[in-house]
Nanobody
Framework: VRLVESGGGLVQPGGSLRLSCAAS?????????MSWYRQAPGKERELVAS????????NYADSVKGRFTISGDNAKDILYLQMNSLKFADTAVYLC??????????WGQGTQVTVSS
C-alpha cells in the first residue's frame, strides 16, 4: 500500500504545475478522503486541499483558494493538484495522504515544488 507523488519542479512566480499522486495496493473507492499537504523548511506541515472519497466535496486552505484545484481519477486511482498563479510562499515539499475506510493512513514520500525567479 503506497502513494507516489510526481510533477514537482522549479517554476517562476505566476506559473503553473500539476502534481500527481498514484495509489497502489488500494483504490480510491476504499478511501474516506484524499488530501495534499505541504511542508516548507522550518515550518509545520499544513493541509493544502482535501477531497472526500464519497461525496467528492473539496476543501482548501485559505492561502490557495482560487489558485489550486484538487481532483481525482477513480478509474486510474490518481490524485491531482493543479496549481496556478504560484507564489514564492508556495515553495515546499508536497505530500499526498489517503485515509482508508478501514482506518489506515497512507502518506507519499513527497515532491519538491520550488517557486523562484
Amino acid at each position: 500500500v503506497r502513494l507516489v507523488e510526481s510533477g514537482g519542479g522549479l517554476v517562476q512566480p505566476g506559473g503553473s504545475l500539476r502534481l500527481s499522486c498514484a495509489a497502489s495496493g488500494f483504490t480510491f473507492r476504499s478511501v474516506v478522503d484524499m488530501s495534499w499537504y505541504r511542508q516548507a523548511p522550518g515550518k509545520e506541515r499544513e493541509l493544502v486541499a482535501s477531497i472526500s472519497g464519497r461525496s467528492g466535496s473539496t476543501n482548501y486552505a485559505d492561502s490557495v483558494k482560487g489558485r489550486f484545484t484538487i481532483s481525482g481519477d477513480n478509474a486510474k486511482d490518481i490524485l491531482y493538484l493543479q496549481m496556478n498563479s504560484l507564489k514564492f510562499a508556495d515553495t515546499a515539499v508536497y505530500l499526498c495522504k489517503g485515509v482508508t475506510l478501514s482506518g489506515g493512513i497512507v502518506w507519499g514520500q513527497g515532491t519538491q515544488v520550488t517557486v523562484s525567479s
